[in-house]
């Protein structure tokens, strides 16, 4: 199997704080991971590629600093909310494949609830 | 770029019936996958079906299948004998793998009825 795990599930925080999410590939190596956001109803934005051992790659829009990605092994990596803010609620999803053009395989999703 | 489109954002079929989603895609590459996810409430995205550009047979996953046609770039999927557990968003999505990027389309509600 491919199996997709993320932590935590559910995270509320206050304004100002910063919201660590990690994104694990429990049972393959993923040199590429890739994080997005999503609205209710609506479809998957692609925020950053995630490259094990090299900078992240950013849509255009979403902001570098703002969103902190680190892809530290080939089975982990981590998306930091700075310095969050109500608009910054919403449901963060990690995905990962085996390889190139290969399935991407999601996590359960984080749910962000910035007071 | 690719683009995916899913022009209909609901619909609804009987239970133990069939219902067909419609998805179109463009891309220049030659080489590309295709990919239906499923995201119920719980809101996990789960892989349908996948189809290779470069294979001709329609892919089948059990009640699952897909109608490729390459040269209309079209790739809608069927779902036979429809169950109450198969109501859910579902996303159509095109994987040229310059850089491993899924494009999704909008995504269809389908509601089944008991």
Same mark, same amino acid.
């Given at each position: 199997?491919?199996?997709?795990?993320?932590?935590?599930?559910?995270?509320? &925080?206050?304004?100002?704080?910063?919201?660590?999410?990690? &994104?694990?590939?429990?049972?393959?190596?993923?040199?590429?991971?890739?994080?997005?956001?999503?609205?209710?109803?609506?479809?998957?934005?692609?925020?950053?590629? =995630?490259?094990?051992?090299?900078?992240?790659?950013?849509?255009?829009?979403?902001?570098?600093?703002?969103?902190? #990605?680190?892809?530290?092994?080939?089975?982990?990596?981590?998306?930091?909310?700075?310095?969050?803010?109500?608009?910054?609620?919403?449901?963060? #999803? &990690?995905?990962?494949?085996?390889?190139?053009?290969?399935?991407?395989?999601?996590?359960?999703?984080?749910?962000?609830?910035? @007071? | 770029?690719?683009?995916?489109?899913?022009?209909?954002?609901?619909?609804?079929?009987?239970?133990?019936?069939?219902?067909?989603? =419609? &998805?179109?895609?463009?891309?220049?590459?030659?080489?590309?996958?295709?990919?239906?996810?499923?995201?119920?409430?719980?809101?996990?995205?789960?892989?349908?079906?996948?189809?290779?550009?470069?294979?001709?047979?329609?892919?089948?996953?059990?009640?699952?299948?897909?109608?490729?046609?390459?040269?209309?770039?079209?790739?809608? @999927?069927?779902?036979?004998?429809?169950?109450?557990?198969?109501?859910?968003?579902?996303?159509?999505?095109?994987?040229?793998?310059?850089?491993?990027?899924?494009?999704?389309?909008?995504?269809?509600?389908?509601?089944?009825?008991?």
């Amino acid at each position: 199997g491919a199996v997709v795990s993320q932590h935590p599930s559910w995270v509320i &925080c206050k304004s100002g704080t910063s919201v660590k999410i990690e &994104c694990r590939s429990l049972d393959f190596q993923a040199t590429t991971m890739f994080w997005y956001r999503q609205f209710p109803k609506q479809s998957l934005m692609l925020m950053a590629t =995630s490259n094990e051992g090299s900078k992240a790659t950013y849509e255009q829009g979403v902001e570098k600093d703002k969103f902190l #990605i680190n892809h530290a092994s080939l089975t982990l990596s981590t998306l930091t909310v700075t310095s969050a803010h109500p608009e910054d609620s919403s449901f963060y #999803i &990690c995905s990962a494949g085996k390889g190139s053009k290969e399935t991407q395989y999601f996590g359960p999703g984080t749910r962000l609830l910035v @007071l | 770029a690719q683009t995916v489109t899913q022009s209909q954002p609901e619909m609804s079929v009987q239970e133990a019936e069939t219902v067909t989603l =419609s &998805c179109t895609y463009d891309t220049s590459e030659s080489d590309y996958y295709l990919f239906w996810y499923k995201q119920p409430p719980s809101r996990q995205m789960i892989l349908v079906i996948r189809q290779e550009a470069y294979k001709q047979q329609n892919a089948t996953e059990n009640r699952f299948s897909v109608n490729f046609q390459k040269a209309a770039k079209s790739f809608s @999927l069927k779902i036979s004998d429809s169950q109450l557990g198969d109501a859910a968003m579902y996303f159509c999505a095109c994987n040229t793998g310059a850089n491993s990027k899924l494009t999704f389309g909008k995504g269809i509600t389908l509601s089944v009825r008991p």
